[in-house]
């Protein structure tokens, strides 16, 4: 291998490794962006910014004190105690029209994106929201009684997320032959979305760039 040859081995490599590294600390500044944008009001309201005499170290002793708020909740939850109470709670919030369904519609999607194939069906490609413009959506359940233009049209509820959020999105009610089901599962699907399309691959089954004996790993003619 000539010296031009082994040097754009070594570039193509260390692209390959660095690459992820960066998406993965874009992915997490847009995160903590976002959360210190979010946690701001509960920041300034709460003092913790003048008690701590820095902003950034505030907002993190907050998102700790949410984690640590939010585990405790989930092991209240966990136990017969707590899920009487909880119980309760929803029952509660079945008596108000408006936020029981915007309650137990984000209940639901959480618990599709936690366990995706208890939620959501197959992974589909569509014309949405427009004509040559493709979505990748999640088949749900059949259309409501009533949502159908005639009683011997089928339609099916599709779920287009957002990327990178995928709990937010669109419902299109459509008929089968209006999009295209394609070979991936629903976890690939997300992680397509989280991504915004950067990850496409199992990272289970990524080649290695580097081979176990330091050699570079370069297909050829690539």
Request: proline fraction near 7%; hydrophobic fraction near 50%.
């Amino acid at each position: 291998m000539d010296t031009f040859a082994r040097l754009r081995s070594s570039f193509v490599a260390g692209l390959f490794l660095v690459l992820p590294l960066a998406v993965t600390l874009f992915v997490l500044d847009f995160a903590v962006n976002r959360l210190t944008v979010t946690l701001a009001p509960v920041v300034s309201g709460t003092g913790l910014a003048e008690l701590v005499g820095n902003g950034a170290l505030a907002t993190a002793l907050a998102v700790v004190t949410i984690a640590v708020g939010v585990t405790l909740l989930g092991f209240v939850a966990s136990n017969e105690a707590g899920r009487r109470l909880f119980g309760g709670f929803e029952r509660g919030v079945r008596l108000l029209p408006v936020v029981r369904a915007v309650y137990f519609g984000v209940r639901q999607v959480s618990e599709s994106l936690a366990a995706p194939g208890d939620g959501f069906d197959r992974v589909v490609v569509a014309e949405f929201p427009r004509d040559d413009t493709w979505a990748i959506g999640f088949v749900t359940n059949p259309a409501p009684r009533g949502c159908a233009a005639s009683p011997a049209r089928k339609l099916m509820t599709v779920f287009f997320p957002h990327s990178p959020n995928p709990t937010a999105g669109k419902l299109a009610m459509m008929h089968p032959d209006d999009y295209t089901e394609i070979d991936m599962s629903v976890a690939r699907g997300i992680r397509l979305l989280v991504t915004t399309g950067l990850s496409v691959d199992d990272p289970d089954k990524l080649p290695s760039v580097v081979a176990p004996d330091g050699d570079v790993v370069v297909a050829d003619g690539e």
